[in-house]
């Protein structure tokens, strides 16, 4: 399926399920990484997707379609290349649309080692 169809088709499940979607310009990549897509976002309790117009049309689409597959869209009439490609995303997680991991305040990982006791018969 043609990446802009499959965009707009996306834009229009999104549409009819009451998810807002709102295109702007992000700050540009730095060096040697993947530009942010954008992703599902809560604002003022409201569920939105923030999607980074620098991206290309398959970047956007991996990112509005991993935001559509966490929702319950039930029996909505879509493509079925569109049904497709939102199931193959709700089984996979994608490395275009997931930012840099890094330790949090408060939340930093610790190394722990499990060392199995030995057995005395």
């Known amino acids: 399926m043609d990446p802009g ?3 707009d088709e996306l834009l229009g499940i999104a549409a ?3 998810l807002d979607v709102r295109t ?5 990549k730095p060096s040697n990484k993947v530009p942010f897509a954008g992703g599902l976002c809560t ?6 997707v ?7 049309a398959v970047e956007r ?3 509005l379609a991993d935001a559509l597959a966490s929702l319950e869209l039930g029996e909505l009439t879509m ?5 497709r490609f939102l199931a193959e995303r709700a089984r996979s997680v994608s490395g275009l649309v997931e930012p840099e991991s890094a330790p949090r305040p408060g939340l930093a990982k610790t190394l722990s080692v499990h060392k199995k006791k030995p057995q005395h018969r």
């Open 24 to 28: 702007r310009s992000f700050r540009s």
């Open 50 to 56: 923030l999607l980074n117009s620098n991206a290309s």
């Open 79 to 83: 493509s079925g290349g569109a049904r």
């Open 43 to 48: 604002v003022l309790g409201k569920q939105l």
């Open 5 to 7: 169809r499959l965009f």
């Open 61 to 63: 689409s991996v990112a």
């Open 16 to 18: 009819r399920t009451g």
